[in-house]
């Protein structure tokens, strides 16, 4: 069974940093194929899920306006690990971040970032706070 699980939430000072991980589980997260989209999303109370930061199917990266310039995605093929850095954080930026992963169906091109639902696999979510 895959298991994706995100680690290094936490507070942060507006206009502070923070590094979020997700780890895999029977799941090569940083293979370079159409069909392994991979990246973060994020829910805000109250709020619908929406698009941070991906992968899409040519491993290309794909962000959403919101967070341009402030936050990016790496990985580390030895440790099968996907990153989310996170800068000059806004109390927008607060809450809970999800690793994604798998797209059955590959998807190319900016809208990857908005297409949630092309997404399989999902972890549990790590909780992010910004103070101001």
């Known amino acids: 069974q895959v298991q994706l699980v995100e680690s290094g939430g936490g507070s942060a000072q507006a206009g502070g940093s923070l590094r979020l991980s997700c780890t895999a589980s029977?799941?090569?997260?940083?293979?370079?194929?159409?069909?392994?989209?991979v990246g973060w999303f994020r829910q805000a109370p109250g709020k619908e899920r929406e698009g941070v930061i991906v992968y899409d199917s040519g491993r290309t990266t794909r962000v959403a306006d919101r967070v341009k310039d402030r936050f990016t995605i790496s990985q580390d093929n030895a440790q099968n690990t996907l990153y989310l850095d996170m800068s000059a954080l806004k109390p927008e930026d607060a809450g809970t971040y999800y690793c994604?992963?798998?797209?059955?169906?590959?998807?190319?091109?900016?809208?990857?970032?908005?297409?949630?639902?092309?997404?399989?696999?999902w972890g549990q979510g790590t909780q992010v706070t910004v103070s101001s």
């Open positions: 994604a992963a798998n797209c059955p169906t590959p998807q190319y091109g900016w809208w990857t970032v908005k297409n949630a639902a092309a997404f399989r696999y």
């Open positions: 029977g799941y090569r997260l940083t293979e370079h194929s159409p069909n392994n989209c």
